[in-house]
């Protein structure tokens, strides 16, 4: 099966910056995409940002502050958080699709804690 290892979570000041890394292993045959999804108390888990191929897509709250990308030999995902706020404090949970025959399989990470506060 596969694997995913979150790093790169932490304690910041508001305004600070954060890079997450994600490292898949295992049964990868080809991933269709990667992404990062987060949970705060007492929310659901919603989409932070996903790259399929050469394309990304952002949740509104972090456009123009957070940026995803790949590195396709290392099976890893990464995603710069620049100014961060107190509003993205959550549990950040790596996300890929991998394709396996004619299936897609969905696998997740442990999650990362981020903290942005003062």
């Known amino acids: 099966q596969v694997q995913l290892v979150e790093s790169g979570g932490g304690l910041v000041q508001p305004g600070g910056s954060l890079r997450l890394s994600c490292a898949a292993s295992g049964s990868i045959f080809s991933i269709y995409s990667m992404g990062w999804y987060r949970q705060a108390p007492g929310k659901q888990r919603e989409l932070v940002a996903r790259?399929?191929?050469?394309?990304?897509n952002y949740a509104d709250s972090v456009k123009g502050r957070f940026t995803i990308s790949r590195d396709n030999a290392k099976n890893s995902v990464y995603l710069q958080m620049n100014s961060l706020k107190p509003e993205d404090t959550a549990v950040y949970y790596c996300?890929?699709?991998?394709?396996?025959?004619?299936?897609?399989?969905?696998?997740w990470g442990q999650g990362t804690q981020v903290t942005v506060s003062s």
């Open positions: 790259i399929t191929g050469g394309s990304t």
């Open positions: 996300n890929t699709k991998i394709q396996s025959g004619s299936v897609i399989r969905d696998y």
